[in-house]
């Protein structure tokens, strides 16, 4: 790995390119095995850096709270109900500013190498509202003067808060902050939310946002709830783990970390490098992980200290850092250093309280709605919800898509779509070169290809495109970085609505864009629902994938039959040369 540069694949750059594609994605899959992204040693160190500003940031504001203390006092108030409401608080601005999640080069943004802010609060760039036939005033997909100013008062109302001192304390304590207050700052991400869903799913909603709610109600029911939300996050992640996908991930993301010795990344996978499905070791990893993220928080709910409570403690803390030391794609790690501290906080310092003493009715039916209702509509109808409100993180089975643009034809994207940053590809360029641009894109791809519904996508692309070799295959989420700001694998915001919107700027003739969208599984079949689109002329096909199809095959499916077998279920127009022979 380099300190600078990329550690891209050993490969003959004439020879590679005159492969087919699923033969080009074969030795960046193999050379994922044991290198990962191959991300240079700078921008490990950058994230470090990135995570150790967040956390003295957050405390360098719960300090400056009348009558909180000051760091060197650290020790005496960490755990304080209103240090704890200003760290979700200072959390969720760091999070809607774009430099949590989805930021830097492992979610595609190299220069600059954060979009979110830089995008959202720039006029004539695409919004995607959630709902824009049923809710009044949020149709459209371009972002006005009003979405700008309302995502400006989102960021003013959070500092605003982050300022505030507290009220009603107790002899000893500094108080909770004001509940109108954080009224204010809730009701104008509910707001923005309507608008567009990117900036909402940004701010993590489904986790910050509740909280704020949570805020709302007195500080008897505050600890209690907030444990509840902690449990549904663990277990949502948990349950979301039960299927055929996530030994992959587990193998995939172990992979990428700069930490893990190449000969311990080789027995992730059956027989390196012929055989890169997981391995009984990977497999092990994913389910015993899973079983800790079952059992362990129920025992910090049921224990009220002691030992007991130490021990799990130390469990889960040790849990979410291996999560950071891989630098998975996407890169949650400060969400991972806000478990840490809330799980110390809630069952360490508050481990008397109990998770199920709530008062408010309301706040119980809340609290069922958001963290069961919604996460099982997620689960039985993906299609319907977000991965992230669905809590089906790190699952592996998410939705996604590849975009396929006829060669000469992407740069349409740079100069008809009002945007913060360049087309990854330009970012790249400038930085390292066509060529080193050319490799890093394509290991993006081949790590797509080695998760399983990855398989499924590359065995599409012959029934989306006659010619594959005629097309630049990008990943959907490279696609959204750009357009939309941010991306962090929500494939919804990566389908059809914002297809729609680019070829409503850049007009691209029918088959210069061909999309393929594949949903999440549900929970209780063994399937994926996929679709195929061209951005000009509208659905091409759609229909089924089963996953016993993915998990059974290589990253690069087969040279003789790169497709699928599928059960297509409407096929309006005609289907491509290539899916015709495989029918």
């Known amino acids: 790995m380099g300190f600078l540069a990329p550690n891209t694949a050993d490969v003959d750059l004439q020879q590679w390119r005159s492969r087919p594609y699923q033969q080009r994605i074969r030795p960046l899959a193999e050379h994922w095995t044991l290198h990962g ?51 979700v608080v200072w959390t969720l601005l760091w999070e809607v500013l774009g430099l949590g999640c989805g930021s830097g080069p492992l979610s595609s943004h190299f220069l600059p190498p954060v979009g979110a802010f830089l995008h959202w609060l720039r006029p004539g760039t695409i919004r995607l509202p959630p709902w824009p036939g ?66 909402f799913l940004a701010a993590r909603a489904e986790h ?36 055929r996908h996530f030994p992959f991930v587990v193998a995939v993301m172990i992979s990428n970390s700069p930490l893990r010795p190449a000969w311990f990344k080789r027995r992730l996978y059956r027989r390196y490098p012929d055989d890169l499905r997981p391995s009984a070791l990977a497999a092990a990893a994913a389910h015993g992980g899973t079983a800790v993220e079952y059992v362990v928080p129920l025992v910090l709910v049921l224990s009220h200290g002691g030992t007991v409570t130490t021990v799990a403690l130390a469990v889960m803390v040790v849990f979410h850092l291996h999560i950071m030391s891989t630098f998975p794609m996407g890169v949650p790690l400060e969400w991972n250093v806000f478990f840490v501290y809330s799980a110390l906080v809630l069952f360490g310092h508050d481990a008397a309280v109990g998770a199920f003493a709530l008062h408010s009715p ?80 394509t290991q993006g791809l081949a790590w797509r290809a080695m998760h399983s519904h990855g398989r499924a996508l590359a065995g599409l692309l012959p029934r989306a495109v006659d010619d594959v ?9 490279t696609v959204a970085g750009a357009v939309l700001g941010w991306n962090f694998g929500d494939g919804h915001l990566h389908n059809e609505q914002l297809v729609a919107a680019v070829q409503q700027r850049c007009g691209f003739a029918p088959g210069d864009l061909r999309v393929v969208v594949l949903e999440s599984q549900p929970t209780h079949r063994q399937r994926q629902h ?18 016993g199809e993915m998990v059974t095959r290589q990253p690069w499916l087969d040279d003789e039959t790169p497709a699928i077998p599928v059960e297509p279920v409407a096929c309006p127009r005609p289907a491509t040369e290539a899916a015709a022979a495989h029918e």
């Open 134 to 199: 049923r809710i009044p005033l949020t149709a459209g997909d371009r972002r006005t003067v009003a979405d700008v100013a309302l995502y400006a008062a989102l960021l003013g109302t959070a500092v605003w808060l982050l300022c505030s001192p507290g009220e009603s304390g107790d002899p000893g304590s500094s108080g909770v902050l004001a509940p109108w207050r954080v009224a204010v700052v809730a009701a104008l991400l509910a707001l923005l939310g309507l608008r567009d869903k990117t900036v």
């Open 362 to 441: 309301l706040l119980a039916a809340l609290l069922v709605l958001s963290l069961a209702v919604v996460p099982l509509l997620g689960h039985l109808r993906p299609d319907l919800v977000s991965f992230l409100p669905s809590m089906r993180y790190y699952a592996g089975n998410w939705a996604t898509s590849l975009w396929c643009f006829r060669k000469g034809t992407e740069h349409r994207l740079g100069e008809h779509v009002v945007k913060a940053s360049g087309l990854p590809v330009d970012q790249l360029t400038c930085l390292y070169g066509a060529d080193a641009a050319e490799l890093v894109l």
């Open 469 to 477: 070799e005629s097309y630049d295959v990008r990943d959907g989420e």
């Open 530 to 547: 996929y679709r195929i689109v061209d951005a000009a002329s509208g659905l091409v096909e759609e229909g089924h994938v089963n996953v």
């Open 208 to 243: 910050y946002g509740l909280t704020l709610v949570v805020f709302l109600f007195p500080v008897s029911d505050m600890t209690a709830a907030l444990k509840l939300v902690m449990l549904a996050l663990w277990w949502g992640a948990a349950s979301s783990k039960l299927n």
């Open 37 to 87: 992204f191959g991300t240079p040693g700078i921008v490990h160190l950058l994230y470090l850096v990135k995570i150790t500003a967040y956390a003295l940031g957050g405390i360098a504001v719960a300090s400056a709270t009348p009558g909180v203390g000051d760091i060197a006092h650290f020790g005496s108030w960490w755990a304080q109900p209103i240090v704890y409401q200003k760290l």
